[in-house]
């Protein structure tokens, strides 16, 4: 029986590390949440072994806090029995949630480990009522409510629904929405989905010669909203930042806490004394997000470095070991400095033991004064460079030594039953689908093409073409009115793709657009996300397939999608050639398609590239280029070459692929590069000025 907590305010702190862990407790979170060392979006934070978690969660639960574990990656298949056995131990345990995004890990743990609390992470991108309603039937207590939602979608979305919503009010922001992004992973491989960000946002692009950080995120800070973010129905308010300090933690954190606890008729002074607090965690600039209801101005800022830290100034003097510049702000010995040179190239830091003003050694410093601090810095440093302060007079001084000795006295507890969990785990791994010994039968190629609209409805007349996939749109929905004789017969050849973001009414427009292509007798419509799912409630006729974006990367989650109602999968488009070939040695009972040709996907966001016109490219400083398209209200980024597996489409049918889509919904099928394209495919042979993506280099 699944556990329900109740629906009490909560302040969630992040614990990367032991010593964040103590500062979120002595600074009174009511819960952390935590990542393992694997499987955590959290690669790089220290993170923590199972026996750990297991004393963390006897800690929590003595002071009668709560604990939550962090598996929000996507999974390989090979990657599945180690899950089954971290399922089993964290059920053991007794921890008080899990928070995943792979539909795998929900089919495991609501298999065989129904007592794990689910929480769906805002890597699953639930961002509608729709997509909560679906996670309710799923058996979640939890949703962590999508970063790009107003104070009025999130009312909506509590009025139609039961579980609990959870909002991050502090820290870090990404610019695309969570879970739709492939910046890193296009640079290298690492994805972001795993827990691998390189964090390629925060670099410098440069439109037209001009530079800017044109994708770096001032960081969230809704501490002013949060009587209106309960009102909207918020219970637990996430504080981001699992690779932060624990200072850093300890000063949001009780900052958080002040105000949540503050009668409403003292909130203005709490309000302000949590400010103080607040200006000494030296994040970067500030914004609300989304919240108020429109895109600010300030949460993207071409101008505005993407380096933690107060800008202090610019280093106008190296002489006599000592970095002349003047102050915008206090510095004090003890302060901790960042440089950051103007190439971008990686900063960096170190402690103020000594400085100067006016020749003469001096504590502290203030705004507007010019001091010479005396330089240990490893780096070369050059005039120009930006010195930022990035930390202060420490808010936590425990260190972790002496945290793990306090985390000693408490013993593991005694509620841990390891032995019958041996039978469950067996079981577990015993659902899990073994390599077949051979082969199916050789079934025929299914080509699929992404067009633009109607007008490519002529290609369903080619040989090799059984089927057109349109994008669902109101020119395209016109269309279908305008030509119904034309589109006779067609119907069932045409595959309707539904946008990947629906916000507040949008989705109950799409409900309608689809029942109306339903009573059309048009049958196939492609989904990207859960919310989509409950758009076809009524509609038994239709058949649904689920893109790239619903993240298939082993035989639970193409089992969980099939479950819940969809016919057939294309696997991720940032996946490697080694996974396909472990899916598609596995016999699954719905069909596995491949992207082999398409706009290679960096990023969705809701966020404007302010600066910059639609289709223009902005160039990194390694020369990689990235087009900026505007649709649907959304900002797309797509990678400069285009992504293309034509040269491998030989080993792919080995495998035992056949179906396959090419998007040419960008160049246009009847174009040069459209007619280009399909005759290499046929061909099987590579194109110039085009990528594999991770295909042959792989995926970490």
């Known amino acids: 029986m699944i556990k329900k907590h109740s629906n009490t305010l909560e302040l969630l702190a992040p614990a990367g590390s032991i010593e964040a862990f103590f500062a979120a407790m002595d600074n009174g979170a009511d819960a952390v949440y935590c990542g393992l060392k694997e499987f955590s979006a959290r690669v790089k934070a220290k993170n923590f072994t199972l026996p750990e978690v297991e004393r963390l969660t006897a800690y929590v639960h ?61 890597q699953m991108t ?53 879970g739709q992004c492939l910046f890193s992973s296009t640079l ?15 670099r410098r692009y440069h439109n037209r010669q001009q530079p800017g950080y044109f994708f770096s995120t001032s960081d969230l800070c809704a501490i002013e909203l949060l009587p209106e973010l309960i009102k909207a129905g918020i219970m637990s308010f996430k504080i981001e930042g699992r690779m932060k300090s624990a200072d850093y933690v300890a000063r949001v954190v009780a900052a958080y806490r002040l105000v949540l606890d503050a009668p409403a008729r003292e909130r203005k002074t709490a309000l302000r004394e949590a400010a103080e607090q607040l200006e000494l965690s030296f994040g970067r600039q500030t914004t609300k997000g989304f919240l108020t209801g429109f895109v600010p101005t300030n949460i993207a800022v071409s101008s ?132 077949q010994k051979s082969m199916p039968a050789s079934q025929p190629l299914q080509f699929t093409v992404s067009a633009r609209g109607i007008e490519d409805i002529r290609l369903l007349d080619h040989h090799q ?12 929905l016109a269309d279908v009115k305008k030509n119904e004789r034309k589109l006779a017969g067609r119907q069932e050849d045409v595959i309707w793709e539904v946008p990947v973001m629906l916000f507040g009414a949008e989705w109950h427009e799409y409900r309608r657009a689809v029942q109306m292509l339903a009573g059309q007798g048009y049958r196939t419509f492609l989904l990207n996300n859960l919310g989509h799912i409950p758009l076809f409630e ?8 689920g893109g790239f974006r619903c993240y298939t990367m082993n035989s639970q989650a193409a089992l969980a999608w099939q479950e819940l109602g969809l016919a057939g999968l294309t696997l991720n488009v940032e996946d490697d050639r080694w996974n396909f070939k472990d899916l598609y040695s596995r016999s699954l009972p719905l069909p596995l398609a491949v992207t082999v040709y398409s706009p290679q996907p960096v990023l969705l966001s809701r966020i404007p590239v302010r600066g910059v016109r639609p289709g223009s490219v902005l160039r990194s400083d390694r020369d990689e280029g990235y087009r900026i398209l505007n649709g649907n209200g ?23 692929c056949r179906h396959m889509i090419a998007d040419l919904s960008h160049c246009g099928v009847s174009s040069a590069k459209g007619q280009e394209v399909l005759g290499a495919i046929a061909a099987d042979q590579q194109l110039p000025d085009t990528s594999s993506l991770n295909y042959a280099r792989g995926l970490a």
């Open 62 to 122: 003595h002071q009668q806090r709560r604990l939550y574990v962090t598996l929000n990656t996507l999974l390989k298949e090979v990657e599945l029995p180690q899950l089954v056995d971290i399922l089993a131990h964290l059920t053991a345990i007794g921890v008080d949630g899990i928070i995943i995004q792979d539909l795998g890990v929900w089919r495991l743990a609501r298999t065989y480990f129904p007592q794990l609390p689910l929480h769906a992470s805002t």
């Open 126 to 178: 639930v961002h509608n009522a729709a997509g909560v309603r679906m996670l309710e039937k799923m058996g979640f207590v939890r949703a962590v409510l999508a970063r790009e939602l107003s104070l009025a979608e999130i009312t909506e979305i509590r009025r139609q629904t039961k579980i609990e919503l959870e909002h991050f009010v502090h820290g870090a922001l990404c610019f695309s929405i969570s």
């Open 188 to 202: 290298s491989g690492m994805s972001g989905n795993r827990g691998r960000c390189a964090q390629p946002c925060r």
């Open 304 to 435: 505005q470095q993407g380096t933690l830290g107060r800008h202090l100034g610019d280093i106008v003097s190296l002489r006599d070991g000592l970095i002349g510049l003047t102050v915008n702000d206090r510095l004090h010995v003890g302060d901790r400095l960042r440089i950051q040179p103007r190439n971008d190239q990686a900063g960096t830091g170190f402690t103020v033991r000594e400085m100067l003003l006016e020749h003469k050694k001096v504590k502290k410093v203030d705004a507007g004064d010019f001091v010479r601090v005396k330089n240990f810095s490893k780096g070369v440093l050059h005039v120009g460079d930006a010195v930022f302060k990035v930390g202060g007079k420490p808010a936590f001084t425990m260190s972790s030594e002496a945290c793990l000795e306090r985390l000693s006295k408490m013993a593991p507890s005694a509620a841990s039953q390891p032995a019958p969990i041996k039978e469950i785990v067996d079981q577990a791994l015993a659902g899990l689908l073994p390599p």
């Open 465 to 476: 073409v059984a089927n057109l996939q349109l994008p669902l749109t109101p020119k395209n």
């Open 538 to 545: 009524g509609l038994p006729e239709v058949r649904l397939l």
């Open 634 to 656: 959304l900002t797309e980024v797509v990678a400069e070459h285009d992504f293309s597996l034509a040269g491998h489409l030989h080993e792919l049918r080995d495998m035992g």
